[in-house]
């Protein structure tokens, strides 16, 4: 998850638990409710992502979830099943992002392409499936030699020997996680109903008092979203104070300077003569321009990438019990290549040999995005897109779908890449066999896809990309870098061209600033502040109400908070995005009101013949 740090313990010794040889471990339960969990997680990353551009993890829902299951049916996973159940989840909870349906896709459709749901279900096929295999070579070095921490994969770890240690504290968690997604659930489901639950128009309530009233139209009004006050909980301090910094220099002062200026004289949410559509570049230029410019500052990383001894012979790796044999993912790496390039040229006629080098060129930036991701457990699948739609900017110039196309190639491998591994290195600690998480990711991706791409397509056909409900912020990044790179800038609104400039060195001075170890907690986040200027301005307020409550949670109860803080945020999470479902179906079928469920039924009944 980007921008979010967990700091964990050097450990002495590399594993932490040595498993009996007859302990069970692949096994159809496992694999199962890693794959359920794991889709939900991922569903619910569909809802969020495309409200604020950010995915969350699957691995440790999946692993208390499984075990909490198991448990309460007195049937429970062992320690290595927990692990192939947090596996498989992590792999299918990933499939939001890996398939492109948070950025490049939806980029795509607001540059007005539209997909039917078979040619985006083998797009996701032919993508998701090569960034496992370009881990399994990397995985001998960074795990085994250089022994890279994965932040979360050995909090994973962590987490699943804590659960064993004490079945009573797991319990716990998980339900304080069921009653939080059934509190978000419920609600979100009422403020479909009565939308005034979810924005109460105080500035209405108080019509005297004018100052709400001009704050309110330029975003900062109260908005109470159960999933971002979730996210609020999770994603640290430095994040959400950017998000509000962010949200004050764009939607309070820029943007309404824009239109005293004229550089934006329409509407205030207008994309094409307003300040929304104004402030759209200097926050996409604040993004790319720190995530290339972290990229920049980790040269060593991509110096080490190129510089791998070979830590086993292929001839001594074949013969360890439970490694990945070599024709397995040299076989799928050839297979799922010839896919891709395929599809590529049928679903999105971008020629076969640039999907040819796309593929090379993903696989170079998925080994920093790996060592990103063990040294930092930040993954820059942002930043690894859009050095891919650069490269792709020179070599097929004025191509909009090969610039996206290509990028979300690239974003795929890296995303799919750096989680395999985090699971990799779960594994290496637990003693689990290589072999059989490699089988389980890949049951994860599948079952993964089966449920995100019909569920993507229920939001998308529900309300409009680029709206209030669905801003999709990363898409717009995607889009405007791919515009930007096709138009040129004589297509931007004034003075664009000097903000865009402005904003990306201040970038690149942030990228700087938290190469600084000292003053890196306190270093704000270009990435969230760019968002903050994409996004209406109450989706960064809801965040900060959630750290509010976290820090004050805390101060009260700092065992009780750090207990279960992250089960109390994922409920949250969880429950907002699978009701968001159900309100993105009762949308699409025109039930608005609860009067207007009657009527349906009444409809239904006599089209049935039964009235």
Known sequence: ??????????????????????????????????????????????????????????????????????????????????????????????????????????????????????????????????????????????????????????????????????????????????????????????????????????????????????????????????????????????????????????????????????????????????PRGWLLWPGVALMVSEALGALAFSWKTFVNAFTMPVAKSLDEEQTVSGHIPNSWWIGGLIGGSILAIIITQFVFDIPWYLTLIAIPVSFVLSIVAVRSAGETDINPVGGMGKVTQLIFGGIAPGSITTNLMAAAITSAGASQAADMMQDLKTGKMLGAAPRKQFIAQLCGICVGILFTVPVYFVFTKAYDLGSEQLPAPAAMAWKAMAEVLNEGFGALPPMAEESILIAGIIGLVIAGLRQIKSIANFVPSGLAMGIAFIVPAYYSLVMFYGLVVWLIWKAIAPSAAQKYNFALASGLIAGEGLMGIVNAGLTIVGIHALGDIQLRIRELLQYLGLQ
């Open 1 to 274: 998850m980007a921008d979010v740090e967990i700091e964990i313990e050097e450990q002495e010794s590399e594993q932490l638990y040595f498993p009996e040889p007859s302990e069970r471990q692949l096994t159809a339960r496992a694999v199962i409710v890693g794959c359920l969990v794991g889709s939900v997680v991922s569903c619910t990353n569909i809802y969020i992502g495309l409200k604020i551009g950010w995915a969350f993890g699957a691995s440790i829902i999946s692993a208390v979830l499984g075990f909490s299951i198991f448990s309460i049916l007195n049937r429970k996973l062992s320690v290595l099943e927990t692990n192939i159940a947090q596996t498989a989840g992590s792999a299918a909870g990933y499939m939001s992002s890996a398939a492109g349906l948070l950025a490049p896709i939806p980029a795509m459709m607001l540059l007005g392409y539209n997909f039917s749901w078979y040619a985006l279900m083998m797009w996701s096929v032919s993508v998701a499936f090569l960034g496992v295999f370009f881990a399994v070579p990397l995985r001998r070095q960074v795990i085994d030699v250089d022994k890279l921490r994965f932040p979360t994969g050995t909090a994973t770890a962590e987490t699943i020997l804590a659960m064993y240690g004490d079945a009573a504290d797991a319990l716990a968690k998980a339900r304080v996680l069921v009653i939080a997604g059934i509190c978000a659930g419920l609600f979100t489901l009422a403020y479909h109903f009565y939308p005034v639950l979810e924005q109460p128009p105080i500035h209405e309530w108080l019509p005297g008092v004018t100052f709400l009233a001009v704050a309110a139209a330029w975003g900062f009004k109260v908005y109470l979203c159960p999933s971002l006050l979730g996210a609020g909980f999770l994603i640290g301090p430095r994040v959400v104070l950017s998000l509000v910094g962010g949200a004050i220099l764009g939607w309070g002062i820029l943007g309404p300077y824009s239109q005293y200026m004229e550089w934006a004289p329409g509407p205030v949410m207008a994309y094409e003569n307003g």
